[in-house]
């Protein structure tokens, strides 16, 4: 929470100054006399201080307050009267282990509770005694501040450290989900948004968490003190406001691992106004292709913490073999990560073939996550038996000297080694047929490689040396076959632009220290073909980002024909597998994970694709051939991106449906005359005649202008074609 961003962007949310017992706006009661409380007390206002932590760590203090909120561990308390200072907070939870026995609007002191920091949140803990005193001890009314709400660009710190633990109130607050209703174990739920106010100020109106001063203006809401929050999706529109018409609607600021909380008291109400509908799944090519997926299937297990009731665990199987039979449209190749043991593989295979009346095999193997009783791990593959034969495979553990808590297995590192994986790579050599004539060898490793939890110095050294590993699996196919096809897939437990990635895609640093080959790349990552909107396969905190990931080696480039993150779990509130419904093959099932599946297409002897970069958003765009016949429609995302993947070599016409005013002008190309797209609305039609050629990518720029503003007001750059390795390292895609 403690970072610099730039100056405060112009947005303001409306607040009203209410009363708790009256909610209606005068000043708070006058303190009470201090001879009817006891001398040794310490204002709240003194223990919050006026900076993020409290001044009085370790010290044992005694104060009295107004309760205005419960949780099941503890209770918010407040100062009748506060200090009239704006940067010290007249609130602080007190934290009780168990069920307090306070109620919301009591006068209570606390004698003898520590002040402390819990991950920099300031509480009193262990308190000796709680007492009820009289209410008019407590005055007759709560004076409730105005805080500003997070913006963009700004500090969050900067503007809710002060009301930490404090009620507080407005009139209303409409946003756009940013982070799908996220349920907790504990019973806590928590929805992130972004205020309709400040949606403009967010490029493409997706928080990522590469941009750290959009996920600033992100706001949470959390029901810790009983409000019933609603299941939501990105992209959802919420409303909060009062129960009763006319009122304010009072929450108190909480802070929690890493970020604010606004906790709406019970009874406010929070509706949904607009519901974000989806019915996105990957697309079905034809026999002349073959489709390598990565899927993290979420804890499919029968561990403790996981699936143990046989009946909830057969709807899990279910509820994945839908997802794979529908939004993945029956995948040939699917690397799994969160397959609890081996045998949970082998059942999702079973259970696989009788929803999509396919053949498929299971291959995993036990390595030390899978002993765990709580939450067993294995990474497994499944393969379809009517297109690929199994050649080898086996897990690849790596030792090292380090010991990162991985459980040994007798005989499984030499003396003085320790296992480098809970969940070792598994590599399986195989080949695929199809009508291209010789079946296609292929190696694919599935990795799942350190979660991000806990102490993330370690784990991101530890992340690196698995990528290490891993990046050796790999040069060792190559410095047998330079053109080998090998394909790294799974849950890598970081982002693109991370050291781990970027150690797996270019391979580890030499041991003498030296630089890198200039150039070298040992892998071509597919979300480099990918829009920038498209980049994500898991949000955390409201923040859309990368964890999962699939690279594959130079010599697979010309085969390359596509790629695509399947956005059926992330942005979606996790569906338990008891309220699933078995679903027919065609029909994906939204929310069965957190993470979203990846599909790679390969067309051996050639793939081509089309890519566009463009200003001018949700322009819709279509893609026909010589003879004018319709072969693909998209439309532009929020940043004027598309893609058209699939494609056979050939000509082909970009047909564009500009706004009003606009024109297309380029000096590479020259456009078919623009005429009226029979719209009421006055908008136009744009022609782009384009060679697609497999092996040679081919860059036209064009300029979309207004000339009612006389100036370029987008540009529009189409990529098409294949990168080649080299192409594509140089590539700032």
């Avoid at 992100?218 to 959802?236: K, S, T």
Wanted: with cysteine; hydrophobic share 40%.
């Amino acid at each position: 929470m403690k970072f610099r961003l730039s100056p405060p962007l112009p947005l303001v949310i409306r607040m009203l100054l209410v009363s708790v017992l009256g909610l209606a706006v005068h000043p708070a009661a006058a303190a009470p006399a201090h001879a009817e409380l006891p001398e040794d007390l310490t204002p709240i206002y003194l223990i919050q201080g006026d900076g993020p932590s409290t001044p009085m760590s370790r010290q044992r203090v005694s104060t009295f307050g107004l309760v205005i909120g419960v949780q099941s561990n503890g209770f918010y308390l407040q100062d009748p009267t506060g200090d009239g200072n704006p940067e010290t907070s007249d609130g602080i939870f007190v934290y009780t282990s168990s069920a307090p026995r306070v109620e919301a609007w009591e006068c209570i002191l606390v004698r003898g509770a520590e002040a402390t920091e819990y991950y920099e949140k300031t509480e009193l803990t262990t308190p000796r005694s709680l007492e009820k005193l009289p209410t008019e001890l407590c005055g007759s009314g709560l004076a409730v501040p105005l805080p500003p709400l997070p913006t963009p660009n700004v500090d969050p710190e900067s503007l809710l450290e002060p009301f930490e633990g404090m009620l507080v109130a407005f009139e209303d607050l409409q946003g756009v989900v940013q982070g799908p209703t996220k349920r907790f174990s504990n019973g806590n739920v928590e929805i992130a948004l972004i205020a309709d106010q400040a949606l403009p100020f967010v490029q493409g109106g997706r928080v990522f968490q590469s941009n750290p001063a959009d996920a600033a203006g992100l706001i949470f809401l959390g029901n810790g003190l009983g409000a019933d929050l609603p299941p939501v999706a990105w992209g959802d529109r919420v409303q909060v406001r009062a129960a009763e018409p006319g009122l304010a609607m009072l929450a108190v600021i909480d802070y929690s691992f890493g970020k604010y909380l606004l906790l709406p008291l019970p009874g406010e109400e929070i509706r949904v106004l607009s519901r974000h509908e989806s019915t996105e799944q990957a697309a079905l090519p034809d026999a002349g292709a073959f489709r390598i997926c990565s899927f993290n299937v979420l804890g499919l297990g029968r561990g403790h913490d996981q699936l143990p009731d046989a009946a909830d665990y057969e709807a899990a199987l279910h509820q994945r073999a839908a997802v794979i039979a529908g939004g993945l449209q029956n995948c040939e190749i699917i690397g799994l990560q969160e397959t609890g043991k081996p045998e949970d593989a082998e059942n999702l295979a079973r259970v696989l073939a009788d929803v999509s009346g396919l053949d498929y095999s299971a291959i995993a193997f036990a390595g030390p996550g899978t002993v765990n009783p709580a939450f067993p791990l294995t990474n497994s593959l499944l393969v379809r038996n009517d297109r690929v034969t199994v050649l080898n495979a086996q897990n690849e553990q790596a030792c090292t000297r380090f010991s990162f808590s991985v459980r040994l297995i007798p005989g499984q590192c030499p003396a003085r080694r320790l296992p480098l994986f809970n969940r070792p790579p598994l590599v399986a050599d195989l080949l695929v047929r199809g009508p291209w004539g010789e079946d296609y060898p292929l190696t694919v490793v599935v990795n799942h490689w350190r979660s991000k939890r806990g102490d993330e110095s370690v784990n991101v050294v530890h992340r690196t040396l698995q990528a290490e590993h891993v990046a050796s699996i790999v040069q060792a196919r190559l410095d047998t076959d330079p053109d080998a096809h090998v394909v790294v897939l799974g849950d890598l437990n970081d982002f693109q632009a991370s050291k781990p990635v970027e150690t797996l895609q270019h391979g580890a640093q030499p041991a003498d220290g030296a630089a890198r080959e200039q150039g070298h790349i040992l892998l071509w990552h597919a979300f480099d073909a990918l829009p920038l909107q498209d980049r994500y396969t898991y949000i955390f905190n409201g923040a859309s980002q990368t964890l999962d990931h699939l690279l594959l080696t130079a010599g697979m480039m010309p085969d390359f024909s596509g790629f695509d993150i399947a956005h059926i779990n992330a942005d979606y509130p996790i569906a338990p597998p008891e309220s699933a419904e078995h679903a027919p093959a065609s029909a994906p099932v939204y929310g069965s994970s957190d993470h979203d599946p990846l599909v790679l297409t390969v067309r051996p002897g050639g793939g081509a694709w089309i890519a566009g970069s463009a200003q001018i958003p949700n322009t819709p765009v279509e893609l026909t051939d010589r003879a004018g016949t319709v072969i693909a429609r998209t439309e532009t995302d929020a940043l004027g991106e598309f893609r058209f993947f699939d494609l056979r070599p050939g000509a082909y016409s970009l047909h564009f449906a500009l706004p009003a005013h606009i024109t297309l002008r380029t000096s590479t190309f020259a456009l078919a005359d623009q005429q009226p797209a029979g719209t009421s609305n006055g908008s136009s039609a744009a022609v782009i005649q384009v060679e697609v050629e497999p092996g040679q990518p081919t860059v036209v720029e064009l300029t979309a202008r207004d000339p009612r503003a006389g100036a370029a007001s987008a540009l529009l750059s189409i990529f098409y074609g294949i990168e080649s390795a080299e192409q594509a390292n140089t590539s700032d895609r």
